[in-house]
């Protein structure tokens, strides 16, 4: 039962153009979801977080949106640079069970020049 | 200096075989956690322990054995290595009250 689900396995975008990277989620209980990337070789870097209780976070050049009611959230990538080529990880936790993160199979974006 | 690292970063062995991977944050965090990405790219919790107490242990085979010296040490034994104990495995720390892990670069295990 796959509780954070990212339906795209790979994105390919411009340079300079807008990434949207999508996640959905089945389970109302989660308070706090976060991004995480992940270079080949390496673990995943903490990205972006939101709460439950928003529906927008934004630092710098990325913008996490939660839609509560749909269940989904996205994160906004602009501009889109050849660095940000990597694999996205959503991630989701319920602030009474401790700090477990479910996280959904990833998406690899690739940022072309 | 590597905020998590863990090591071995690739190991390879034979079935039956019983092996141990290290873990060591230098954080000063009090949760330290293993994850397993499997082949599907899922990552999904293992164990988490904290200030050496664990406190989730998730429906793992009992092959897979924690142990955490210290809360800034988790190690990782596994008995009698199987076929589908091929993964990434990442150790991780967080801060009571920071939703944000650090993870290490990953164990790349794989049995043949």
């Known amino acids: 039962d796959q509780q954070v689900k990212q339906n795209s396995p790979s994105l390919s975008v411009q340079e300079g153009r807008i990434s949207i990277l999508n996640c959905d989620y089945t389970?109302?209980?989660?308070?706090?979801f976060l991004w995480y990337k992940k270079y080949p070789a390496e673990g995943p870097t903490f990205l972006i977080s939101?709460?439950?209780?928003?529906d927008k976070n934004e630092d710098g050049r990325f913008t996490v949106f939660l839609n509560k009611s749909a269940k989904h959230l996205s994160l906004h990538i602009v501009p889109s640079q050849p660095g940000d080529s990597a694999v996205y990880f959503c991630?989701?936790?319920?602030?009474?069970?401790?700090?477990?993160?479910?996280f959904g199979e990833g998406t690899q974006l690739t940022v072309n020049p | 200096d590597t905020a998590v690292s863990q090591t071995p970063k690739y190991l390879v062995t034979q079935m039956g075989n019983d092996k141990s991977i290290k873990c060591e944050q230098n954080?000063?965090?009090?949760?330290m956690y293993w994850y397993k990405q499997d082949s599907k790219k899922f990552l999904k919790i293992m164990f988490s322990?904290?200030?050496?107490?664990?406190?989730i242990n998730e429906t793992v085979p009992n092959r897979f054995s924690p142990k955490s010296p210290d809360k800034a040490h988790l190690n990782l034994h596994i008995n009698s290595l199987e076929l589908g104990d091929s993964a990434v495995y990442f150790c991780?720390?967080?801060?009571?009250?920071?939703?944000?892990?650090?993870f290490g670069s990953g164990t790349r295990l794989t049995v043949v």
């Open positions: 991780a720390s967080s801060q009571e009250g920071l939703w944000g892990y650090t």
């Open positions: 389970n109302s209980m989660f308070d706090y």
């Open positions: 939101i709460s439950s209780i928003k």
């Open positions: 991630a989701a936790l319920i602030e009474t069970s401790g700090s477990r993160l479910t």
């Open positions: 954080l000063g965090h009090d949760t």
């Open positions: 322990y904290n200030n050496k107490e664990l406190i």
